[in-house]
């Protein structure tokens, strides 16, 4: 009660939060393919940890799912699986799933170029198919991959590989929309606790909702294809490596970057960046019709000499970019 001190919002808004998304990108589009490969193979590890988890607990209650329904193990899966997504986005790790969200929205606010972009993408696409990869053969090393957790990846597997392509595409958009929503929420909360609940709700959503997450299915669908080489887990419908790899991975990451790039990217520049001053959104005031201004016909907005007012103190070091759009808070960068 000293009364000299300020209080500290917990939450930044989300006009500040899509900056920081930016501001992510930004950074990352600059970050050697090098560097970007390793923290992305170190994210399919994390994936990895957190799948490994919930296949433990979820495999190991059959008889409660005997009595209470498969909705038990779903729920016990869902629940576990975001602690994978706290290692990754509290270390600064790379999913190919956040990546085609946050490096395109620095492209469409002129702060990268596209093919920085496409390698940072492509690049984390296959850091996250050698950490998942590399896992997988890491827990069967270490004899984890017996008994109910191969059962139980088996049995995922294959429900994975024969859904078809459409709706593997279609799951792949609704998983990776929670997905950024999490890395969104995530950057808004300024303090740990914020943090995991902004992460654990969308994330188990996802997963108890069936959408299909690429990062998690390249750790997942291999870690099957190991249980599917001994004789006691064998089955005639698991997936081999070409089948995971064109029934299910490609169809999900073809999705996850539908919805990174033109969902949340491009809906959140909409809401608060520079697409929404796109021209072709202006209307006339009077006439009510779309009306696109011209260069040789200035709008009024440019026409109105400039205030004459200085401006504060804080906007000295404010990025040019943001000036046009009220000028945002930077925050850390998620």
Not at 11 to 40: H, M, R, T, W
Not at 114 to 120: D, E, F, Y
Not at 191 to 204: A, C, H, L, Q, R
Request: hydrophobic content about 45%; overall charge neutral; aromatic content about 12%.
């Amino acid at each position: 009660m000293g009364g000299g001190s300020k209080a500290m919002s917990l939450v930044v808004g989300p006009g500040a939060c899509y900056q920081a998304i930016v501001d992510k990108g930004e950074s990352l589009c600059n970050e050697s393919p090098l560097k970007i490969f390793a923290l992305a193979t170190f994210a399919g590890c994390f994936i990895g940890f957190g799948a490994l988890l919930s296949l433990t607990i979820g495999g190991s209650i059959l008889p409660a799912v005997a009595s209470h329904g498969s909705g038990l193990q779903t729920w016990v899966y869902a629940s576990l699986f975001p602690v994978n997504l706290l290692f990754i986005l509290l270390s600064g790790s790379i999913l190919y799933t956040g990546a085609t969200f946050t490096t395109p929205s620095a492209v469409i606010e002129g702060k990268a170029k596209w093919h920085k972009s496409v390698i940072v993408i492509v690049v984390s696409w296959l850091g996250n198919m050698v950490g998942g990869w590399g896992f997988a053969i890491f827990t069967d090393l270490c004899g984890l991959n017996d008994g109910a957790v191969a059962e139980y990846v088996v049995k995922i597997s294959i429900s994975k590989v024969t859904k078809g392509w459409g709706k593997i595409f279609l799951r792949g958009i609704g998983c990776n929309w929670l997905v950024c929503m999490a890395v969104f929420l995530c950057t808004m909360a300024q303090d740990m606790t914020g943090k995991y609940v902004g992460i654990f709700f969308p994330i188990s959503t996802f997963v108890a909702c069936g959408f299909e997450h690429y990062p998690a299915n390249a750790y997942a669908l291999p870690l099957a294809v190991l249980a599917l080489s001994k004789d006691e887990y064998k089955d005639p419908e698991g997936p081999s490596f070409w089948t995971m790899l064109w029934e299910n991975l490609i169809p999900c990451s073809l999705g996850n970057l539908v919805a990174g790039v033109v969902i949340m990217s491009m809906g959140n520049s909409f809401f608060f960046g520079k697409l929404k001053t796109c021209p072709c959104l202006f209307t006339s005031k009077k006439g009510g019709s779309a009306r696109e201004p011209t260069v040789s016909e200035p709008t009024p907005e440019q026409q109105a000499p400039p205030a004459q007012a200085s401006p504060p103190p804080t906007q000295a070091s404010q990025p040019e970019w943001t000036k046009e759009d009220s000028g945002f808070a930077r925050t850390v960068s998620c």
